[in-house]
């Protein structure tokens, strides 16, 4: 919350409930039907999550990451003490809640025999680790994996910081419910699970759902811990809520909407609609509106974004769009008589045309600020501003600071904002959300478009505001992610080149871009031509003609 300008939020803000550390542990077995997980019902009286269907687990006890539950537990080199005390807990609770015990017999290789979980106290006043010791048992860490972190959102009155672990269930042994906290203990795919909730006889709550469609990748137990063991880092989760399409829906940081989501309310309070409205603004901050153009396709996605920064009396608007009367019509009322400035991104003929159309609708002289099209640009594409802006130009509108970066790449002429009090980048169509920018010789280069992105990517700004699409959260790491994605590409286009031994636009395409859809092909080439030119530039390929060579 450092960076943000409270009275700048449309909701205020409201602090979560804190989070009570957990733990759950995916019980697993195969059948003939695949890889099944043990689940079951909670309470319908529970104060959390009443009479859906879950894993089992609970709350930490001081006594999951003492010495005496230490002690009796067998542990691999990679589980550092964070996953010891949570997988613990995790096993505790299976023990406690299903009466299943994942334990081996103490200096040996073998599981504890499975009458031993019926003879030892589930009750959650005895002294789980002790009757451990007592048995000479050790508790299997050793074979279980860490799966996934789930943080209950932060609109929940109740929240836990839950770690989800999975394990295969111990031979022998049987589920059989506390009749307290947990009833119904079934075997279920996750496939089976998924679809028994969507026909609505399955009531799941949100990471049990996320996480049974992580779980459904596999077909083996010994595949899904050996996955545990080699991710790179565990999957962490603290969703947050939105209104869709009539229904309140939840979202992960790995999801479109995620970082809108943030940026209008961040103390996750479900009061912001995701659905895509043409015919009025929507707020995003008290200084801040975005106006989409009903112009949506393959290119522009539900449409351009025209934004609307300041307050009223005094505001800018960054790409009016395309030449619709309607959005020109909208994006004039919604200004009133207090537009100061127009800037546009770039020239393409889905952000710039509206601006003369737009000064002319609200009957005043503003000035069209923007970078005039190049020499190369298209004949749809012409653009002549009023006043060239510098990079690193400074506009003020109210309190607001916009600060100008010229990014060539998608085309000479774009450039981006950067509202540098809220810490929020206007990408244009530098940077888009759901998918990639097309670079499209001449006008559009690949070498300074990634020269661009990696300059952007230092810039200190949190959100960005595409031209096209929800707003991004996590600025730097969507950009590292797009400078990878635009790098995996290019190496991809060269080792077409040698496989295919050079050849012509039409000759590469389907190598360099097998994973894209061939109706695509023809914008994919665009891009593929942009990468060519920039390995030609870099001394790593050659051009023969219409043809590409590799060096």
């Not at 307290?180 to 699970?193: N, Y």
């Not at 010994?222 to 979202?251: I, M, N, W, Y």
């Not at 990408?427 to 952007?456: C, E, F, W």
């Amino acid at each position: 919350m450092n960076n943000i300008r409270h009275d700048k939020l449309l909701h205020g803000w409201r602090d979560p409930v804190a989070t009570r550390p957990a733990a759950t542990i995916l019980l697993l077995r195969e059948a003939d039907e695949g890889l099944q997980v043990l689940m079951t019902r909670r309470s319908p009286t529970a104060s959390f999550a009443p009479g859906v269907y879950v894993f089992p687990g609970g709350a930490l006890d001081a006594a999951d990451g003492s010495d005496s539950a230490q002690s009796v537990i067998r542990a691999r080199d990679d589980q550092d003490a964070e996953h010891r005390q949570f997988a613990s807990a995790a096993l505790r609770e299976a023990f406690e809640e299903l009466g299943v015990l994942l334990a081996w017999q103490k200096g040996h290789d073998l599981p504890c025999p499975p009458h031993l979980s019926t003879t030892l106290d589930r009750s959650v006043d005895a002294d789980f680790y002790r009757q451990l010791a007592d048995a000479n048992a050790e508790l299997a860490l050793d074979r279980t994996g860490w799966l996934a972190h789930w943080i209950t959102d932060r609109d929940l009155p109740k929240r836990f910081d839950v770690r989800f672990f999975v394990a295969p269930m111990p031979h022998g042994q049987e589920a059989i419910a506390d009749g307290a906290e947990q009833f119904d203990p079934v075997w279920v795919s996750p496939a089976s699970a998924l679809k028994r909730h969507e026909s609505g006889g399955f009531d799941m709550i949100f990471p049990t759902i996320r996480t049974l469609g992580m779980l459904s990748r596999f077909a083996r137990v010994d595949d899904v811990l050996d996955a545990c063991q080699t991710q790179s880092k565990v999957f962490t989760s603290c969703p947050r809520g939105a209104h869709l399409k009539g229904k309140e829906t939840r979202f992960s940081e790995d999801e479109m909407a995620y970082g809108e989501l943030e940026l209008v309310s961040p103390d996750g309070r479900i009061l912001h609609s995701l659905d895509w409205r043409h015919d009025a603004p929507v707020a995003l901050r008290s200084n801040l509106q975005r106006l989409t153009a009903p112009n949506p396709g393959m290119m522009t996605g539900p449409g351009t974004n025209t934004y609307i920064v300041g307050e009223p009396g005094d505001y800018i608007v960054i790409d009016p769009g395309p030449d619709l009367p309607e959005h020109i019509d909208r994006i004039a009322a919604a200004v009133g008589d207090g537009l100061r400035a127009i800037i546009c991104t770039h020239s393409h003929p889905d952000h710039s045309p509206g601006a003369p159309m737009l000064r002319r609708a609200v009957g005043g002289n503003q000035p069209i600020l923007g970078l005039s099209s190049g020499p190369h640009a298209a004949e749809n594409s012409l653009f002549v501003a009023d006043r060239e802006l510098a990079d690193g130009e400074r506009i003020v509108v109210g309190d607001s600071t916009l600060r100008v970066i010229h990014t060539p790449g998608h085309a000479a002429n774009h450039l981006c904002l950067v509202l540098e009090e809220d810490r929020l980048l206007f990408s244009g169509d530098h940077v888009l959300n759901g998918s990639t920018t097309v670079v499209g010789p001449p006008d559009g280069n690949m070498l300074a478009y990634l020269k661009s992105l990696r300059q952007l990517s230092e810039e200190p700004v949190d959100f960005i505001l595409p031209a096209h699409g929800y707003v991004l959260g996590s600025a730097k790491a969507a950009m590292e992610k797009l400078i990878a994605h635009r790098l995996t590409r290019e190496a991809k286009i060269a080792a077409a080149l040698d496989s295919v031994g050079g050849g012509t636009l039409d000759d590469l395409v389907p190598t360099a871009y097998n994973d894209v859809n061939q109706a695509l092909f023809p914008v994919a080439k665009r891009s593929l031509l942009a990468h060519l030119d920039k390995l030609v530039e870099e001394g790593r390929a050659r051009k023969e003609g219409d043809r590409w060579m590799p060096l």
